[in-house]
């Protein structure tokens, strides 16, 4: 018999002569059913490639068994750092991730949610895109009694559980590093204004100049996170009447239009421009030089988001204080800043 779409339990229990809660059983091995009828319904379930239904299954067990995924972009390394990390720990509890992009759109953002929702997702992870500045939706998620975890960019209006990493302490440690080679004018290629983390990476490099006497200039503080923007902004830079001796971006994928700019001006790296970026993507070790930057650990929040979740799913009581999960950046030393002056002396 030929079925169109997916075999059923009842397209199984009409072929076979029984009761569709027979083969239910039976497909569960249930002892109340025979060897020979388990082996038959199991026969005849590989022979059509019968999957469970997973709505309907939820529908009775009011547990869905699976979590949504809320980023911005998939194809950024980092962020396909965190859904490894998540996936692995899901995976290992018994949970299926569905993954959403919103490709740095609120309205598409807004859609991924209601369509999770809809789903009947047991809990959301979501990282906001960068035109989010309303919380609407995320609430509407939280008064339905679906716990949400934010992860990289979040927003301190929502209470709710969150994961981020030391934004403030990695970009202070990347630009000290700078100054501590002798750089003296280094500018800043930061994220859109308004994030969070575009605040904190810019506060830690402003409290680096000034804990290391360098003078503030705001004409090399530039808001530009993109390759394609790099490749503008950069040549506005070298062109300034002090351009810049050092160049901190607020990503890697910003530092390599850096460096191909530089590399078409003529300017080496580091010899006439160190470059510092942001995140320890698999890029930054093969650009030429190599690219010093700040380790985020993007596997390390994946799996710390996660298991956020899925401990706020195992408690049911709401009086649970919230948590603000921080992990700590590493700088990493590559070729495109020179070695410390303590180090050389």
Not at 86 to 93: G, L, N, R, T
Not at 121 to 150: A, W
Request: hydrophobic share 35%; with cysteine; charged share 25%.
């Amino acid at each position: 018999m030929k079925y169109k779409g997916q075999v059923t339990i009842k397209d199984l229990a009409k072929e076979l002569g029984i009761a569709p809660s027979t083969v239910s059983k039976a497909l569960k091995n249930h002892p109340d059913i025979s060897e020979s009828t388990r082996l038959k319904v199991n026969e005849l379930a590989r022979k059509y490639k019968y999957y469970p239904n997973p709505i309907a299954l939820s529908l009775r067990s009011a547990k869905s068994k699976i979590i949504g995924l809320v980023i911005p972009q998939i194809v950024h390394h980092f962020f396909s750092s965190v859904v490894s990390g998540i996936e692995d720990v899901a995976y290992d509890a018994g949970y299926n991730v569905m993954i959403y992009q919103s490709n740095e759109s609120f309205n598409r953002e807004v859609m991924a949610c209601e369509n999770l929702v809809s789903s009947r997702v047991e809990g959301i992870l979501i990282s906001s895109s960068k035109e989010t500045r309303n919380f609407d939706h995320i609430n509407r998620i939280l008064d339905n009694g679906i716990p949400v975890v934010m992860y990289d960019r979040v927003f301190d209006e929502i209470k709710t559980d969150k994961v981020t990493v030391d934004d403030f302490e990695g970009a202070y440690k990347a630009v000290c590093h700078l100054a501590s080679t002798g750089c003296k004018r280094i500018a800043h290629l930061a994220g859109p204004p308004g994030l969070r983390i575009t605040d904190l990476r810019k506060s830690g490099y402003l409290e680096a100049l000034k804990d290391n006497k360098l003078k503030t200039d705001r004409d090399l503080i530039v808001y530009c996170d993109n390759f394609k923007q790099s490749l503008i902004r950069t040549k506005q830079l070298m062109n300034l009447p002090e351009p810049p001796d050092a160049i901190f971006t607020v990503n890697d994928l910003t530092a390599t239009g850096v460096m191909k700019t530089l590399h078409e001006m003529g300017l080496r790296v580091p010899m006439d421009v160190s470059l510092v970026g942001f995140s320890n993507s698999l890029i930054s070790q093969v650009t030429n030089p190599t690219l010093t930057t700040v380790n985020q650990h993007g596997y390390q929040m994946g799996q710390t988001a996660i298991q956020l979740l899925l401990d706020r799913l195992m408690n049911t009581q709401s009086s649970v204080p919230f948590i603000h999960q921080v992990i700590k950046t590493d700088l990493i030393l590559r070729d495109s800043t020179k070695s410390s002056l303590a180090r050389r002396n």
